[in-house]
């Protein structure tokens, strides 16, 4: 009895741990970035409306170029969920309507994080996201979640 008792435990504890680092892995940082002579600020709303469409130009007039993640990737899951405050089957189901309206096209998507830093680092007038830890030098952050 006493055996089985010190397993119980050592396996509950061993569960407990990998979960906490399950959840720690699984919610990293993420930075909105942009190219680092953008001297615009946005909020959190801003940014969920040019990642819409909605919002075509940075408030001093450029133009936007938002990049997105690949699809698959928790990144971009995350950032639907938390910026864009939907679900990916809406997000579908949106791009859908606007495309087919002529009111805007889905920001332009890369192969990943790495890909979205170095078009951010290398234009002006895009915006992105990526894991906080991979923010240098290259980019600007304007928002993190």
Not at 41 to 60: E, G, N, V, W
Not at 95 to 113: C, I, M, N, R
Request: hydrophobic share 40%; with cysteine; charged share 25%.
């Amino acid at each position: 009895m006493k055996l089985t008792y010190r397993f119980n435990k050592i396996v509950l504890s061993s569960l407990i741990l990998c979960g906490i680092l399950f959840i720690k892995n699984s919610y990293a940082e993420t930075s909105v970035i942009v190219h680092p002579s953008n001297g615009n600020s946005l909020t959190a709303k801003a940014i969920q409306r040019i990642f819409l469409s909605k919002m075509k130009t940075f408030p001093d007039g450029d133009v936007i170029l938002p990049i997105d993640q690949p699809l698959e990737t928790d990144i971009r899951k995350n950032f639907i969920k938390v910026i864009l405050k939907k679900r990916e089957s809406q997000m579908s189901a949106y791009w859908a309507s606007v495309v087919f309206t002529g009111k805007g096209l889905p920001p332009k998507q890369v192969e990943d994080g790495k890909s979205v830093k170095n078009l951010v680092a290398k234009n002006p007038n895009t915006i992105g996201y990526i894991d906080s830890s991979k923010v240098d030098d290259s980019v600007k952050v304007v928002h993190s979640f």
